[in-house]
């Protein structure tokens, strides 16, 4: 496949992107994360990072003067005002290295987007996979990864939209729920099918 194919892939925390990503670029499709990019836009000295600290102020950085994501997330999550005047900052650049991402391959191509629709990103993309999976699954799942609190882990879900929701506005869903290799199965097919068209 030359023609350039944009496959968003997004879910809920804990549902499973990160590892669709991973065996999505197994079988040779290129991906990135817009989580990495975030990260990226933060590093120390960068016009976004400067923007940052001036608005929330140095307590969000740590020792070596670097963005202290936890920090930063406990101010942002629970305060919806907040989060709006982070994403306002961080999502512009996010989306530029998504959108340079996209102009260096063709074929298909992969973006881990996990807020796809809260942050009306389907422009960017052809055809949207979510990752779902119970949502007892994806509570133990975050409990396990990051060690948060319930009260913590609702605050970062009503951030996003319910897997449920955008599973119905998904081209497909991929069911997280059982053993990976089932998981693997499900994208190998996937993946046939879109290099097929």
């Known amino acids: 496949m030359k023609r350039k194919f944009v496959i968003g892939l997004t879910g809920g925390i804990g549902s499973g992107k990160s590892t669709a990503l991973a065996l999505f670029r197994k079988r040779g499709i290129p991906g990135i994360s817009s989580d990495a990019l975030a990260r990226d836009c933060l590093r120390r000295g960068s016009a976004t990072y400067q923007r940052v600290v001036r608005v929330f ?67 960017l993309v052809d055809f949207i996979v979510t990752v779902s999976c119970r949502p007892e699954q994806q509570l133990q799942r975050v409990r396990e990864r990051h060690g948060w609190s319930r009260a913590q882990i609702t605050e970062r879900l009503k951030a996003q939209w319910p897997l449920s929701r955008k599973a119905q506005k998904s081209d497909v869903v991929l069911d997280n729920s059982g053993s990976p290799a089932r998981f693997s199965k499900q994208i190998s097919q996937h993946v046939e099918t879109l290099r097929s068209h």
């Open 57 to 123: 102020g140095k307590p969000i950085l740590g020792v070596n003067k670097e963005v202290d994501r936890a920090t930063l997330a406990r101010i942002v999550f629970g305060n919806l005002k907040k989060r709006r005047a982070l994403e306002r900052i961080v999502h512009p650049c996010v989306i530029r290295g998504l959108k340079r991402f996209i102009a260096r391959h063709s074929g298909l191509v992969v973006l881990d987007i996990p807020l796809l629709f809260e942050a009306h990103l389907e422009r």
